[in-house]
């Protein structure tokens, strides 16, 4: 890759990694579901009315759009709301690679390769050691509801994979106006409207910044970015830097938020990022058209 764009790759990379660090300011001021409903008003309206509908089927789009915008990002979200910590979130969010081979496997019949069975069975030893960490600043339901949202994550690449050769940007813009709706009306059923006013009467520059953040930065910036440089170089040059976010997200949340991993932490995280690396050395196209972020 030219050097340009190795750098435009990782500033994605970083830019994604920084966004747990993002999300876990933004539900300090919002309610989980209402701060994601925001994050996806925001990332669809006024773009949707200048770009073009991608050439997708409607019932991929609300397929895509109900399992990544509401189901996985309500379940991360959720999740570190009730005891997930950013970095270990940013971390055990990646394991959606390997929930996607085995989904792939069972729907699609894709035999995984011995490289992807061998980083799977690298990962998850990296996930059970986290999952030994629990107390503190990781509850068992934050982490739980986490791999539950890297589960729905892989169902919806599973959706995307008949999307085809869509522009990922056009694809992300339409599928964003999908959740609002719904996580409007989940937010209003069970975090309650007094909630859902008070954060708004209560409204800070920092909760600001953070949904501008998430639907302008990660999503917009980032989709634009990464589709661009998978239509020059393809998806297998451009995956790899998709290593990168979980090392961003650890950094960025020990240097900003002062997470503490610990010895079993870390080596839980070279576990899990190893056995990424090895899922993508294995030889085979990845399922997923999405990078991990």
């Not at 300011?25 to 989980?32: A, K, R, T």
Request: proline share 5%; net charge positive; glycine share 12%.
């Amino acid at each position: 890759m030219h050097l340009r764009h190795t750098l435009l790759a990782t500033l994605v990379a970083a830019a994604w990694g920084f966004n747990f660090v993002v999300i876990h300011v933004g539900i300090g001021d919002f309610p989980p579901l209402l701060f994601s409903a925001l994050r996806f008003t925001l990332a669809a309206i006024p773009l949707v009315f200048f770009i073009r509908k991608p050439d997708v089927p409607w019932r991929i789009i609300l397929g895509i759009g109900g399992m990544l915008g509401v189901v996985k990002f309500s379940l991360l979200f959720i999740g570190m709301d009730v005891g997930l910590s950013a970095g270990l979130a940013s971390l055990v969010l990646q394991t959606q690679a390997f929930f996607t081979i085995i989904l792939a496997g069972l729907v699609l019949g894709e035999r995984p390769s011995g490289g992807q069975l061998a980083g799977m069975f690298v990962a998850f030893s990296g996930i059970a050691l986290v999952a030994s960490t629990v107390g503190g600043d990781l509850s068992a339901l934050g982490l739980s509801l986490a791999i539950a949202s890297a589960l729905a994550w892989a169902c919806s690449n599973l959706i995307m994979k008949k999307a085809g050769p869509a522009d990922m940007l056009s694809l992300m813009v339409w599928v964003s106006l999908v959740p609002p709706l719904p996580l409007m009306l989940l937010s209003f059923l069970f975090e309650g409207g007094d909630a859902i006013v008070a954060a708004f009467q209560n409204l800070r520059l920092v909760g600001i910044g953070a949904t501008l953040y998430i639907a302008f930065v990660a999503t917009i910036f980032g989709f634009a970015v990464w589709g661009k440089l998978i239509n020059i170089y393809g998806a297998g040059k451009v995956a790899p830097y998709s290593l990168l976010v979980p090392i961003f997200g650890m950094s960025f949340s020990s240097l900003l938020l002062g997470e503490e991993f610990g010895p079993l932490r870390l080596i839980a995280a070279a576990l899990v990022i190893c056995g990424l690396t090895i899922n993508q050395l294995s030889g085979r196209k990845p399922v997923s058209l999405k990078p991990a972020e």
